[in-house]
């Protein structure tokens, strides 16, 4: 006769092995991070004017279900916005800083810095940095606390899910 415990054992052990598995984090991916698309398709964003890219993110901003409000048109290639979702327990207002870059230049931290600041004063929930190039590590470092920063790479991401109609200049 077959021992009981050598189908037992083995059981046991597996469940074991699962239950200590299964209870590991998952690693977590920051905005900005997700590999989502390849950086050969930043060559998207290039396509744009800065007129095409107020537009684009507007309609991204719409497409995540935010009520959208230009607050400052700025200098060329700066866009500020507040963005506003008006939902029970997750609703709130968001100051929305939009940066057009051609050739990559990363953004600087004493770029994002006053939002810090306006975010206070405007009682805001959150900053949102939109860019078309990436993030100075200094410019990560101010962002941590209360704004989410969104470099190309995330923003064409973002743009294929939430605004697929906006994957080329002049498409609405």
Do not use: Q
């Not at 994002?112 to 410019?139: C, N, Q």
């Amino acid at each position: 006769m077959f021992p009981l415990w050598n189908i037992v054992i083995p059981i046991l052990v597996g469940i074991v092995l699962i239950v200590l598995f299964g209870a590991l984090p998952r690693p977590h991916r920051r905005a900005g991070t997700d590999p989502g698309p390849a950086s050969g398709e930043l060559e998207l964003l290039d396509a744009y004017n800065y007129e095409e890219f107020e537009a684009l993110a507007r309609d991204l901003l719409r497409g995540l279900g935010l009520s959208v409000e230009v607050v400052a048109p700025g200098d060329e290639g700066v866009l500020e916005l507040t963005a506003s979702n008006e939902a029970p327990v997750v609703g709130g207002r968001y100051e929305v800083l939009c940066l057009f870059r051609r050739g990559g230049r990363p953004v600087e931290a004493a770029e994002i810095r006053p939002m810090t600041e306006s975010l206070r004063d405007h009682d805001r929930l959150k900053g949102i940095v939109l860019s078309t190039a990436g993030f100075r590590p200094e410019a990560r470092l101010v962002a941590r606390e209360n704004m989410e920063l969104i470099d190309g790479v995330a923003l064409v991401g973002l743009v294929r899910r939430h605004a697929p109609g906006r994957t080329r200049p002049g498409a609405a």
